[in-house]
């Protein structure tokens, strides 16, 4: 079952995962809640949208922007609705 881990914390984990351009998107429902904070950071994909960011906090550590998601794709990335994918410091392990 894929996990995305950070700082050795499964911070999300799920087997109804969708792969897009090699990143898994996880459910939103599978994100540690108690990890995040709303991030005013905002990308624009040219065909999947508008993407918004969170950053984790944990135990004094901090990663700015480390998750994305789109809360309103474009209708050729509606698989991406209401799921959340990850970088820089996060690790998706199968």
Do not use: Q
Not at 3 to 14: F, R, T
Not at 15 to 36: K, M, Q
Not at 46 to 51: E, F, L, S, V, Y
Not at 66 to 93: L, T
């Amino acid at each position: 079952m894929p996990k995305a881990v950070w700082n050795d914390l499964v911070i999300a984990e799920s087997d109804d995962t969708v792969v897009v351009e090699g990143n898994h998107y996880f459910p939103r429902s599978a994100l540690r809640d108690d990890l995040i904070r709303e991030s005013d950071t905002h990308t624009v994909c040219p065909w999947k949208g508008t993407a918004s960011y969170y950053s984790l906090e944990h135990d004094g550590r901090k990663s700015a922007d480390a998750v994305w998601y789109y809360p309103d794709p474009k209708p050729d990335a509606e698989m991406v609705r209401d799921r959340v994918a990850f970088w820089k410091d996060v690790r998706v392990v199968e």
